[in-house]
């Protein structure tokens, strides 16, 4: 079973880096209008996931206080993280906070990377 998990996490791994350097391919003109249509449906996808999914079984296995608590706070610091990261946003040329986004998706990914680990975890029967 560990080969099909690995093989088959190898193959989305290169599949997303082979589509993302075919979308580079793309003329400029195209790319400008096509990411902000990309963006609305990754966002549009997450939250689905989340307020469809993700929101009602948590409700089902626990109080309706918590589960609400746990999305509030949840919002509240990553909106929280967001304005530490990139300080201050603007759209003059000479702005030199433009390469700042990086840190902020790389802190995003370890912390819900870190989640995903220990909700696997958790999820788990205990062996003894």
């Known amino acids: ?6 093989g088959f996490s190898l193959l989305g791994s290169v599949g997303a880096v082979g589509g993302a350097a075919l979308f580079l391919l793309v003329p400029k003109g195209i790319r400008r209008g096509l990411v902000p249509c990309l ?13 469809l999914g ?6 089902k296995q626990a109080p309706t206080i918590a589960v609400s ?11 929280i993280l967001e304005k530490l990261v990139l300080w201050r946003h603007c759209h003059d040329s ?6 700042r986004a990086a840190p902020l998706v790389l802190i995003g990914d370890a912390f819900h990377d870190f989640v995903d680990g220990m909700v696997i975890q958790c ?5 003894t």
């Open 1 to 6: 079973m560990l080969p099909w998990i690995v």
């Open 39 to 51: 963006i609305s449906c990754a966002t549009g996808t997450l939250l689905g996931a989340a307020f």
């Open 54 to 59: 993700m929101i009602p079984a948590a409700l």
């Open 69 to 79: 608590a746990t999305v509030l706070s949840g919002m509240v610091l990553f909106v």
């Open 94 to 99: 000479g702005c030199e906070v433009h390469g």
């Open 123 to 127: 999820s788990q029967p205990i062996r």
